[in-house]
């Protein structure tokens, strides 16, 4: 699946613990999500969001980090670039930030990495 509505995933993925119909959609299309390899490019709007959970933005990180490990190369220049400098910046802000949660930190820490 391509062109996710991103404020659709932000919204279900607060359903993502709940034992419930809404929760198993929520998992269904949290993992549809990070299983697709062209996902990374909706990362930054994902993380920039006020509104994203824990949840979606770990996975965000994900989809970031699988890309630098496993395609890194097949990506552009200009493009890799970006996300380097993207990624740099993320972790020097939750790095200063007390609210942010540390399970995310360390994501951004390791896809820094």
Request: hydrophobic share 35%.
């Amino acid at each position: 699946m391509s062109g996710y509505d991103i404020q659709q995933l932000i919204n279900l993925s607060q359903y993502y613990s709940e034992h419930s119909p809404r929760g198993e959609q929520a998992r269904n299309l949290l993992d549809e999500f990070y299983k697709d390899e062209n996902s990374y490019m909706y990362a930054t709007e994902i993380l920039d969001s006020d509104q994203a959970t824990p949840v979606i933005k770990s996975c965000a990180i994900n989809t970031l980090r699988d890309l630098i490990l496993k395609r890194w190369d097949q990506i552009s220049e200009e493009e890799r670039e970006n996300i380097r400098n993207y990624i740099f910046n993320l972790v020097d802000t939750y790095g200063s930030d007390p609210n942010v949660d540390p399970a995310i930190r360390t994501s951004a820490d390791l896809a820094l990495v």
